[in-house]
């Protein structure tokens, strides 16, 4: 079967979850996919080429994760090369100690982002973050409930809006995995711990029940806060935001979501 763009975003987003869920093995294994993801998504030409450029991204994170810097340099180059231009991300703290280096000095310089775009990608930042802490918190949470229920983990829905520039679609998938893959990490914690839960009722006649059921309650009035939330989350294009294509912000000036 051919490979179209849509086929390669849903195998680009499976490999990245596992390279994110999967621990070293997975990261290894994940690299040789990236690498042949880059190939086909090229072979598509230009509606392909931010799927190249997102695959670059994945591999630049990849070595980045092993300290080898030349390789993060390289394909972050070869990802601007095809469009990326995720300033925000190159401001997180694992790409600090790279922003001396001429060379990524330089690849920073080539991108460019319209003022709506760069509102999207920061706000997609941010909400990876707020995910991040959301899913610490549920785990804390939910560590001493004696109920069997499992709970997922609410996301805001996804921007809608046609991007400027198809370096932000490089962004939204980097959501999306980041999205699926807590969401994957916490369902299966909550699924050992319901597993657990239901044996004990099974065996032990002094379980208690009274309790099971209050906190089922309060995970239930949890969940119910979480999703308010993230509905509340959702993108909101910034009135008279420009669609002017411009340099992205100067290197350092950029404050990445705490």
Do not use: K
């Amino acid at each position: 079967m051919a490979d179209t763009v849509n086929s390669l975003v849903a195998r680009l987003h499976d490999v990245v979850v596992g390279i994110l869920t999967g621990g070293p093995s997975a990261a290894a294994a994940g690299t040789g996919s990236l690498h042949d993801v880059v190939a086909r998504a090229a072979a598509l030409g230009p509606d392909g080429a931010w799927l190249a450029a997102s695959g670059h991204a994945g591999l630049a994170g990849v070595a980045c994760a092993q300290g080898r810097a030349d390789e993060v340099v390289h394909h972050l180059d070869a990802a601007v090369s095809y469009g990326f231009n995720d300033c925000v991300a190159l401001h997180a703290a694992p790409l600090l100690p790279l922003h001396h280096d001429p060379r990524f000095r330089a690849l920073y310089g080539r991108m460019r982002i319209t003022e709506a775009d760069l509102d999207e990608v920061y706000w997609a930042h941010r909400e990876m973050r707020i995910m991040m802490s959301d899913a610490q918190r549920a785990s804390i949470d939910n560590i001493s409930r004696y109920d069997t229920g499992v709970s997922l983990l609410p996301q805001a829905p996804m921007p809608t809006r046609e991007p400027h520039t198809p370096g932000v679609l490089i962004t939204r998938l980097d959501l999306a995995v980041t999205q699926e893959a807590l969401q994957r990490t916490a369902v299966q914690a909550d699924f050992r711990r319901s597993a657990g839960n239901t044996s004990l009722s099974l065996i032990d006649d002094t379980w208690d029940y009274g309790r099971a059921r209050r906190d089922a309650w309060h995970a239930d009035e949890l969940d119910h806060h979480r999703l308010r939330a993230s509905e509340a989350r959702a993108f909101v294009e910034r009135p008279g935001a420009g669609a002017t294509l411009l340099p992205c912000p100067p290197l350092g000036s950029i404050r990445y979501p705490a």
